[in-house]
């Protein structure tokens, strides 16, 4: 691979790490390793790595609550994969984190410096493991973290996944007239702000998210618009809206509520262009649930 960067990735099999490997092919020299066995890796495997790039990991599941659980991966699997690789001489950790770690977010726009108070367990688990990484770094052992926002793109069976299988029923769907800011980020531009930090060799805190926010209702529309599903939205009326925040308030703010971000501080850092659109990824994610179920 000559003189490419040697970058050591942690997989799952997840569709993050499967994209990374395939959109920098021939960019980097990329070896992959499987997080379970972690705590089995031999110094070896570090020698000459350039970058560790932290992917893998227990992500947020609705079915678990449980503290210990999100701890033994995202934290005690970190800190192994971290301090073996600052004894080994690598000088530069990345981490994929979450922007779970400012906890509720409800109608302010966050960035970077803005604070951190997740309130379940995932989100914590996550602050828990930045925290450790950063009580190790220094000018030898650079370490950046990335808080991506909702990640989305083929291969993603996600929330994303979720909206265009409703829109492939070809029924009226309540989701016209919403006008919130949700920030979300295709994998692609993932990628891509991944690929900075490490040709820049930085290190701090970063946020991961698309130029520009969208509405609910301009999501539903783009996705239809790809399946060639002409039916209208309608708009639910703004009685029953409040009733689903009283009975439902999780599901109301996926769907009515704003999520919004601001990474100028990371935009200027990098020095960075995101080369896409939300709209066209999700176009490219439309694409790939089509050749695989219509």
């Known amino acids: 691979m000559g003189d490419f960067l040697k970058i050591l990735v942690t997989t799952a099999d997840g569709f993050i790490e499967n994209r ?16 379970q066995d972690i705590d ?13 790039v932290h992917l893998a990991g227990k992500i947020q599941d609705a079915n678990c609550t449980d503290e210990s659980v999100y701890n033994k991966v995202n934290v005690d699997v970190t800190k192994i994969l971290a301090d073996k690789a600052k004894s080994a001489g690598v000088a530069q950790f990345v981490y994929l984190s979450s922007i779970k770690v400012y906890g509720e977010c409800g109608s302010q726009i966050l960035n970077e410096l803005s604070i951190c108070n ?5 989100g914590r688990s996550k602050l828990l493991a930045e925290e450790y990484l950063f009580s190790i770094s220094n000018d030898f052992f650079k370490v950046a973290i990335l808080r991506a926002t909702m990640e ?4 993603s069976y996600g929330n994303l996944y979720r909206l265009i299988v409703l829109a492939n029923k070809k029924t009226p769907l309540p989701f016209g007239g919403i006008f919130n800011k949700r920030s979300l980020v295709f994998v692609d531009n993932l990628i891509e702000y991944f690929n900075k930090i490490i040709e820049q060799k930085s290190d701090g805190i970063f946020i991961a998210v698309d130029p ?22 309608f708009s639910i009326p703004l009685k029953i809206r409040k009733i689903i ?39 490219q994610t439309v694409k790939w649930y089509k050749s695989k179920h219509i």
């Open 152 to 155: 989305f793109g083929p291969n």
């Open 40 to 52: 089995k890796i031999e110094s070896s495997v570090f020698e000459s790595v350039d970058c560790v």
């Open 118 to 122: 997740p309130t379940d367990a995932y």
């Open 212 to 233: 520009e926010p969208i509405s609910t209702t301009k999501m539903l529309s783009t996705i239809q618009l790809a399946l060639f599903n002409n039916k209208k939205l």
């Open 20 to 35: 990374f490997l395939e959109y920098n092919e021939g960019k980097f020299n990329i070896q992959l390793i499987n997080f």
């Open 245 to 283: 925040n009283v009975l439902k308030p999780d599901i109301y703010n996926r769907l009515f509520g704003s999520l919004e971000f601001d990474n100028t501080y990371t935009i200027k850092k990098l020095n960075i262009t995101i080369p896409y659109t939300t709209e066209y990824g999700i176009l």
